[in-house]
T-cell receptor
Framework: GDSVTQTEGQVALSEEDFLTIHCNYS??????LFWYVQYPGEGPQFLFR?????EKGSSRGFEATYDKGTTSFHLRKASVQESDSAVYYC?????????????FGKGTQLIIQP | GPKVLQIPSHQIIDMGQMVTLNCDPV?????FYWYKQILGQQMEFLVN????????KSKLFKDQFSVERPDGSYFTLKIQPTALEDSAVYFC??????????????FGPGTRLTVL
């Protein structure tokens, strides 16, 4: 079945550091790819999506490029802020029977030290 | 932005009892979802629901599970009877559309279910 692998369980950085969170996927079809962010006490919030090879999704300074060749959708940000501290989830969407069923990775806890 | 509410935030029950988890989706959304997250593991899809019907369910959606949204009120997940392995956080989500630009799923804050 479909799966999403996030390599890092936790990433600790200082403000203004460059961020990379790795995401690789395995799917039989041509899925849409997503990044979600979750703050304490809240549900995951949609960050952005990409639906085809080489498409770049972006929001709030975060970006990721759909790479079908390497089956990756790595999250990057040039300069992180303390407010970016949260859990980040990579997910893929399978349109299935008429509504997206999302398959999530395990999440990466991002800790930004001031 | 649009909010999905979940009631209660935490529920503790004895194994074998029935439990109903309530979700108040975004008002104009048409598609509804439940996901389950066991502590330390990833969130997993349970079921999606549209126009009064289950569209798709995963193997985690056991026979003891059911969903409904009577008369446009809460979207509910009922578990009857509950088992120890049902202990998890259950997230509800809703979306306006599927498979396109309006397919963004909005998630609630989750209900933590503890089965003793």
């Amino acid at each position: 079945g479909d799966s999403v692998t996030q390599t890092e369980g936790q990433v600790a950085l200082s403000e203004e550091d460059f961020l990379t969170i790795h995401c690789n996927y395995s799917a039989s079809g041509y899925p849409a790819l997503f990044w979600y962010v979750q703050y304490p006490g809240e549900g995951p919030q949609f960050l952005f999506r990409a639906s085809r090879d080489k498409e770049k999704g972006s929001s709030r300074g975060f970006e990721a490029t759909y790479d079908k060749g390497t089956t990756s959708f790595h999250l990057r940000k040039a300069s992180v802020q303390e407010s970016d501290s949260a859990v980040y989830y990579c997910a893929l969407g399978d349109d299935g029977e008429g509504a997206d069923r999302l398959t999530f990775g395990k999440g990466t806890q991002l800790i930004i030290q001031p | 932005g649009p909010k999905v509410l979940q009631i209660p935030s935490h529920q503790i029950i004895d194994m074998g009892q029935m439990v109903t988890l309530n979700c108040d989706p975004v008002s104009n959304h048409l598609y509804f979802y439940w996901y389950k997250q066991i502590l330390g593991q990833q969130m997993e899809f349970l079921v999606n629901f549209y126009n009064g019907k289950v569209m798709e369910k995963s193997k985690l959606f056991k026979d003891q599970f059911s969903v409904e949204r009577p008369d446009g009120s809460y979207f509910t997940l009922k578990i009857q009877p509950t088992a120890l392995e049902d202990s998890a956080v259950y997230f509800c989500a809703s979306s306006l559309d599927w498979g396109g630009a309006n397919a963004e799923q909005f998630f609630g804050p989750g209900t933590r279910l503890t089965v003793l």
